[in-house]
């Protein structure tokens, strides 16, 4: 099993910044992506973006949502299992609980975390 913890969600006003924190701990040898995901208001799940750990025969993988593209980026410290998501020029439509995730791929995690409210209003 492996347990993830979010942190640094809140509060803010359009075209402010946030940042995301995740660390994971326990079975995290199988672990290969670690990510974010989203859920606004009254939709499904969705991928916000994601990295995978490169290895001596693959190089590692980024991917981001388009509609946060140019405006987050992801950040991983395998040394320290943790990866970061840091949100700039927050939009309204960015409001949702955001979710860590982490798992053999980026598209399907395996785990998740309790998720974290993100609120961007004035």
């Known amino acids: 099993q492996v347990q993830l913890v979010e942190s640094g969600g809140g509060l803010v006003q359009p075209g402010g910044s946030l940042r995301l924190s995740c660390a994971a701990s326990?079975?995290?040898?199988?672990?290969?992506?670690m990510g974010w995901y989203r859920r606004p208001p009254g939709k499904e799940r969705e991928l916000v973006a994601f990295m995978t750990r490169g290895t001596a025969t693959s190089l590692s993988i980024i991917d981001y949502a388009d509609s946060v593209k140019g405006r987050f980026t992801i950040l991983r410290d395998n040394t320290k299992n943790t990866v970061a998501l840091q949100m700039s020029s927050l939009e309204p439509e960015d409001t949702a609980v955001y979710y860590c995730?982490?798992?053999?791929?980026?598209?399907?995690?395996?785990?998740w975390g309790q998720g974290t409210q993100v609120t961007v209003s004035s």
């Open positions: 995730g982490a798992g053999r791929n980026g598209y399907n995690p395996d785990y």
């Open positions: 326990g079975s995290i040898s199988g672990v290969r992506a």
